[in-house]
């Protein structure tokens, strides 16, 4: 059965930190983070290769998120520190890359989904 499970989510202060978890039921090549914020699209976060060699991150994040996988626990991780309000979302990750390369950042790309973490970050 294919199953993302995230977990780590919470309510932390602004210039806090979180690390979000999501483990896989199967191996997938590629792994990602989208975020959600009420009455928002569904945005990409990041995105991280098998190796965990190419890394890509939305202009929003970058420098302050880090995205890493540990493959032998079927495991990736979101590192958010400095966190702002704006943050605050329901986090999911996803596996199972069906776009090309070029089309990671679109949510219809991606076929499997968790069902995601609330993040919530106060001012």
């Known amino acids: 059965q294919v199953q993302l499970v995230e977990s780590g989510g919470g309510l932390v202060q602004a210039g806090g930190s979180l690390r979000l978890s999501c483990v896989a039921s199967?191996?997938?090549?590629?792994m990602t983070w989208f975020r959600q914020a009420p009455g928002k699209e569904r945005e990409f976060v990041a995105a991280?290769?098998?190796?965990?060699?190419?890394?890509s991150y939305a202009d929003s994040v970058k420098g302050r998120f880090t995205i890493s996988r540990d493959n032998a626990k079927n495991t990736m991780y979101l590192q958010m520190n400095i966190l702002k309000p704006e943050d605050t979302a329901v986090y999911y990750c996803?596996?199972?890359?069906?776009?090309?390369?070029?089309?990671?950042?679109?949510?219809?790309?991606?076929?499997?989904w968790g069902q995601g973490t609330q993040v919530t970050v106060s001012s």
């Open positions: 996803a596996a199972g890359l069906v776009g090309t390369i070029t089309a990671i950042s679109s949510a219809a790309s991606w076929k499997y």
């Open positions: 199967f191996s997938s090549s590629r």
């Open positions: 991280i290769s098998w190796s965990g060699s190419s890394t």
